[in-house]
């Protein structure tokens, strides 16, 4: 087998670990996992990336926003360029909700190319998540405003993958928005 084979389950596995007891917010509670995997999957089957490093990051996206996990530990485990990535995608939680969705449409033109792809399928499979069914106690409105401020954060990223933000468009376009 070959060794970015063997590097993306030593990734897919940590990540497992780390979110082994979260689960998603949609009423059946799925294993919060399935977001992260999804995320890589998304960006290797749709976007064709094969960029090991952006598929690790999207692996690890959510571990240090949501888990215990230290940039410390990801950098000894999966090395610098992986982390750095990964610390670009997280938000800090010591701050305010509305302050964290503000920093991000601020943020997103900054960040870097590979840093943009995770953030682009990150936001395309919570979007079509959320077409596929409500977090419990979301509200109608409330899911429509996650599409709006997630079209401000899309809006500064493009130019970085054609695939994605065209799945994306549709999606915005349904809701009647524009990017
Ligand atoms: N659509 C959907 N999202 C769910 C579900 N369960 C958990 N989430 C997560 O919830 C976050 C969006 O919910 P919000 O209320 O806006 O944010 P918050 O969790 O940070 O407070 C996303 O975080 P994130 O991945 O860090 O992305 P981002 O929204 O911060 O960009 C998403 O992954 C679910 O069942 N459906
Ligand atoms: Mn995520």
């Not at 970015?4 to 799925?30: I, S, Y």
């Not at 999957?41 to 215990?68: K, N, W």
């Amino acid at each position: 087998m070959d060794s970015e084979a063997v590097l993306l389950l030593e990734t897919v596995n940590f990540a497992a670990e780390k979110h082994r007891n979260q689960r998603r917010k949609d009423p059946e509670g799925t294993p919060y996992i399935n977001h992260p995997i999804g995320v890589a999957r998304i960006l290797s089957y749709e976007g064709g990336v094969t960029d090991i490093e952006v598929l690790q990051a999207a692996l690890l996206h959510d571990t240090v926003e949501d888990t215990d996990t230290t940039s410390e530990e990801l950098e000894a485990k999966f090395g610098p360029i992986v982390t750095h990535i990964v610390q670009e995608v997280t938000d800090d939680k010591r701050l305010p909700k509305q302050e964290r969705k503000r920093l991000q449409v601020e943020h997103a033109p900054h960040c870097s190319q590979q840093a943009k792809l995770v953030k682009l399928a990150d936001k395309l499979y919570n979007l079509r998540d959320l077409n596929a069914c409500v977090p419990v106690g979301w509200s109608a409105e409330r899911v429509q405003e996650y599409f709006v401020w997630a079209a401000e954060v899309v809006k500064g990223l493009k130019g970085t993958n054609l695939a994605l933000e065209e799945e994306l468009e549709k999606l915005f376009k349904q809701r009647g928005l524009q990017l």
